[in-house]
């Protein structure tokens, strides 16, 4: 069956600090991977998908960076992180034209 | 670009009222549209896809409809219950099978 996992559920890091979450995908191949932010309150942003390995865009300018070493890994990345970057970041993957699925979510707080 | 709204952002009800909740799309261009629920603090959970070729989807007390058309999908919650307390989003996958565009949420409470 198809899994998803993304870890860690929560983080607490000081502002300055580097970062790095880890999704992983199973029971399928080649799938497109995303990674979202979801701010108190607010909406889901789309920061970065990836329909193949080493293939990454962008959708908004940031503090972060993703990378897709290998096929069914989506890591997320920043160097030195922001008050702002405080959030709920959620892993999707999907493939052509079917169901999206969703990790648990990771609960970032920067302080 | 395409944007996706949800019409309301926030509703509540009585328990055992049936609930119509609106996504509006402004590119046709959208290949497939999917339904999700998120508990507070949750991840989302998906609970009707409604791919290309179909109008609607069905399942128990949900009910799903696409027109691309017009640009919008709606879900329908028969009988609603206290645990149906969620918000709700909609989803677009266009149709380069790349982007998946998230509506804006509506925020369900549904009082015994």
């Known amino acids: 069956s198809q899994t998803i996992h993304q870890w860690p559920a929560t983080l607490v890091q000081p502002v300055g600090s580097p970062l790095s979450l880890e999704c992983t995908v199973e029971?399928?191949?080649?799938?497109?991977l995303y990674w979202y932010r979801q701010a108190a309150g607010r909406g889901l942003q789309l920061l970065f998908y990836?329909?193949?390995?080493?293939?990454i865009s962008s959708e908004v300018p940031q503090n972060l960076s993703a990378s897709r070493p290998q096929d069914r890994q989506f890591i997320l990345s920043s160097k030195k992180l922001l008050l702002s970057d405080s959030g709920f970041y959620l892993c999707?993957?999907?493939?052509?034209?079917?169901?999206?699925?969703f990790g648990q979510g990771t609960r970032l707080t920067v302080v | 670009k395409q944007e996706v709204t949800q019409i309301p952002a926030a509703l509540s009800v009585p328990e055992g009222e049936n609930l119509v909740l609106n996504c509006s799309f402004t590119?046709?261009?959208?290949?497939?549209l999917q339904w999700f629920r998120q508990d507070p603090g949750k991840g989302l959970t998906s609970l009707l896809l409604?791919?290309?070729?179909?109008r609607e989807q069905t399942s128990g007390r949900l009910n799903a409809s696409l027109d691309k058309s017009s640009g919008r999908s709606t879900l329908y919650i028969a009988a609603s219950q206290p645990g149906d307390s969620a918000t709700y989003l909609c989803?677009?996958?266009?149709?380069?099978?790349?982007?998946?565009?998230f509506g804006t949420g509506t925020r369900l409470l549904v009082s015994p």
């Open positions: 999707a993957w999907s493939t052509a034209g079917a169901e999206a699925f």
């Open positions: 029971g399928t191949s080649n799938p497109n």
């Open positions: 990836s329909v193949g390995i080493g293939q």
């Open positions: 590119d046709s261009a959208i290949y497939n």
């Open positions: 409604i791919q290309s070729s179909q």
């Open positions: 989803v677009g996958m266009n149709t380069g099978f790349q982007k998946l565009v």
